[in-house]
């Protein structure tokens, strides 16, 4: 009997432990390798993504460095050292903008390995679902849809087809930065951007939408906008 009171208390304890953890996914704008230092740790090991699972919640105090190459040398540029914050029982997906601020881009349920190996979204594994991968409309129904649009005279026009060709959630990151550039006004391009943050596919390579923009201005503008 004590020992199957020991066996209870152990696996609440652990089911309440993985109940108040966090985890963590960070990448730069540009996709580029860093290292960094998460809290106290020391991830020195160079990726253009960081993953950090069963991670405690809070404040989480990061120091990232870009790796750059100088002639024959490899140097670390530093980007962004301050505080992130983790939600309990979610997955943060923060990307480090052209600005080097930290962007929020997706949360999503946390869940321990045990819990979630069968469960299913939208008929994919929750925990295998594709990340950087994900297909998005083909390049030639781009192509056609980007035609389409270049035919439209008056941008106001379209600005509305484009929005709504966003709403049908096919466009990957880099589709729609392209999109952007169908804008001469760039207040529109940063509105746009702004809209579609909700639709990419990819959502942990949407910084790559600054790249649209040329004005820092704008750059700032759409950095709050996305950072609300």
Same mark, same amino acid.
């Given at each position: 009997m004590r020992a199957l009171s020991i066996f209870i208390f152990i696996s609440f304890s652990a089911f309440y432990s993985s109940a108040q953890l966090a985890e963590l996914h960070l990448s730069l704008g540009d996709s580029a390798f860093f290292v960094s230092t998460v809290r106290t740790t020391e991830y020195s090991k160079p990726s253009s993504v960081l993953v950090i699972t069963e991670i405690k919640p809070g404040n989480c105090n990061i120091n990232l +460095? #870009?790796? #750059?190459? =100088?002639?024959? &040398?490899?140097?670390?540029?530093?980007?962004? #050292?301050g505080d992130l914050f983790l939600?309990?029982?979610?997955? %943060?997906?923060?990307?480090? $903008?052209?600005?080097?601020?930290p962007i929020l881009v997706k949360t999503e349920q946390f869940? %321990?390995?045990? $819990? $979630? +190996?069968?469960? =299913?979204?939208?008929?994919?594994?929750?925990?295998?679902?594709?990340?950087?991968?994900?297909?998005?409309?083909s390049n030639?129904?781009?192509?056609?849809?980007?035609?389409?649009?270049?035919?439209?005279?008056q941008e106001r026009q379209r600005y509305v087809t484009a929005r709504d060709l966003l709403s049908l959630g096919t466009l990957k990151s880099s589709q729609i930065a392209e999109m952007m550039l169908l804008f001469e006004n760039e207040s529109n391009r940063v509105r746009l951007a702004d809209e579609g943050q909700q639709f990419a596919t990819d959502p942990e390579n949407y910084?790559? =939408?600054?790249?649209?923009?040329? +004005?820092? %201005?704008?750059?700032? +503008?759409? &950095?709050?906008?996305? &950072?609300?």
């Open positions: +460095r #870009k790796l #750059k190459t =100088v002639g024959n &040398s490899t140097i670390e540029q530093p980007v962004f #050292k939600q309990e029982g979610l997955i %943060s997906h923060y990307v480090i $903008n052209y600005a080097n601020q869940e %321990s390995e045990s $819990n $979630n +190996r069968d469960q =299913v979204q939208g008929g994919i594994p929750l925990r295998t679902q594709p990340t950087t991968n994900f297909m998005g409309m030639d129904k781009f192509t056609e849809q980007m035609q389409l649009l270049g035919n439209i005279d910084q790559v =939408v600054f790249e649209a923009l040329s +004005r820092p %201005s704008a750059v700032r +503008r759409l &950095s709050r906008r996305l &950072s609300n």
